[in-house]
Structures are given as structure tokens and as C-alpha cells.
């Protein structure tokens, strides 16, 4: 089993919709999470970090569920520009210190 | 430009051979990554400094790879005897210690083994 594990997608959904990923953790004492963002052919590039208590930026929204070891993210109102691809990532500390991406979930965002 | 820098872009190389790829993090970042990616995927873990100390390496990588940062600064990442498998897309990336754990990325090294 993975140690972060997402949909891979593709999420092809039209300009304005609202649209969910989940990703799920397999370590129990992971302690800090984030949403990345790709662009095809480029790094990624840190949309957000996920708090205990969730927390929203604009348009976009985490939430941490620590007991189910999920993490999601809600993009409201998509827009075109938000296609790519949202990696979700996992810091685990037993021993070091390591961040571990999931596979990421492709959105398409559609005219 | 403060960001992570990574270089070559790009290195085409002929299967046996080696090829070294350069790092250099945001300056005042002690904690560097390497991290390897192929199409479809998401960035693997290949190894990580604290400093110029290298804490952990990946099993997944064989004793052809080997990396270095001697002074705490910059990191070279060597591949030597190059396969077709290693094809992908190299990255670097920094954070700082005792902060908010943001990891930053460089642009990567795109490499091709023919």
C-alpha cells in the first residue's frame, strides 16, 4: 500500500462547477500536510497547507480528518486556469524528516 | 532571482554513461531534497540533507546514485552507468527548518538515456 494514495482523475468538469479530491495517509503519525500544484512540464508549486481545524484560501478550502487519515480540498467556482494536476503531500517524521507526494489528481476545467 | 535553482534543464545522454546534475536551495534553507518524477506520477523521494549531513536515502535507489553537499550549500546528484530507466525528471527542493515547513522546487533536470 501506498503511504499517500489519490485518484489519479482525470476530473473533467465545466468552468464554474465545484469540485472535491480526497487524498488518503497511511502513516498515523504524519504530522503536516499540504496541497501542491503542477502545471504540466513544471514543479510543483505549494497551493496550501492543511490545518487540524481547516482552513480556506479564496476559492480553495482543506480539511485534515486525523482520525479517518484523509485530507480533502474544495475548489469553488472553478475556472479554467485551475487545470492541473494537485498533488497531495505528507510529512512523516519517524526518524527524519520526509515529504511524501501522492500520485496527484488531474482537473480539467472545461470551457 | 532567491529561488531554487537547478541545472541543466535539460541532459540527453547515451545509456553507460554518467551525468551529474547540480543544486543550489534558497540560501538560508538548511534542509535540501532530491526527488525523481516520471510522466503520470507523483515526485519519489530519493534523498535528503539536514545541513551537509545526508539523513536518508531512498531503497529504491541503487548504489549507481549517489549525492553530495559538502559545504551545506549547493548538492550535486550523480547517476552513474546510466539506464534508460533513469529517464525523468530530476528535482530539487529546500526548506527551512523551524518554520512552516513549505517545501520549495526548482525548476528540475529533465533527463533522457537513449
Known amino acids: 500500500r501506498k503511504e499517500v494514495e489519490q485518484d489519479p482523475g482525470p476530473f473533467n468538469v465545466p468552468e464554474g462547477a465545484t469540485v472535491a479530491f480526497n487524498c488518503t495517509y497511511s502513516?498515523?503519525?504524519?504530522?503536516?500536510f499540504f496541497w501542491y500544484r503542477q502545471d504540466c512540464r513544471k514543479e510543483p508549486k505549494l497551493l496550501m497547507s492543511?490545518?487540524?481545524s481547516g482552513n480556506e484560501d479564496g476559492r480553495f478550502t482543506a480539511q485534515l480528518n486525523r482520525a479517518s487519515q484523509y485530507i480533502s480540498l474544495l475548489i469553488r467556482d472553478s475556472k479554467l486556469s485551475d487545470s492541473a494536476t494537485y498533488l497531495c503531500?505528507?510529512?512523516?517524521?519517524?526518524?527524519?524528516?520526509?515529504?511524501?507526494f501522492g500520485t496527484g489528481t488531474r482537473l480539467k476545467v472545461l470551457a | 532571482d532567491t529561488g531554487v535553482s537547478q541545472d541543466p534543464r535539460h541532459k540527453i545522454t547515451k545509456r553507460g554513461q554518467n551525468v551529474t546534475f547540480r543544486c543550489d536551495p534558497i540560501s538560508e534553507h538548511n534542509r535540501l531534497y532530491w526527488y525523481r518524477q516520471t510522466l503520470g506520477q507523483g515526485p519519489e523521494f530519493l534523498t535528503y540533507?539536514?545541513?551537509?549531513?545526508?539523513?536518508?536515502k531512498s531503497r529504491l535507489l541503487s548504489d549507481r546514485f549517489s549525492a553530495e553537499r559538502p559545504k551545506g550549500s549547493f548538492s550535486t546528484l550523480e547517476i552513474q552507468r546510466t539506464e534508460q530507466g533513469d529517464s525523468a525528471m530530476y528535482l530539487c527542493?529546500?526548506?527551512?527548518?523551524?518554520?512552516?515547513?513549505?517545501?520549495?522546487f526548482g525548476s528540475g533536470t529533465q533527463l533522457s538515456v537513449l
Open positions: 492543511v490545518y487540524s
Open positions: 527542493a529546500s526548506s527551512l527548518r523551524d518554520s512552516d515547513e513549505k517545501l520549495f
Open positions: 502513516n498515523s503519525a504524519s504530522q503536516s
Open positions: 503531500v505528507v510529512i512523516t517524521t519517524s526518524g527524519t524528516y520526509k515529504y511524501i
Open positions: 540533507f539536514q545541513n551537509e549531513a545526508q539523513l536518508e
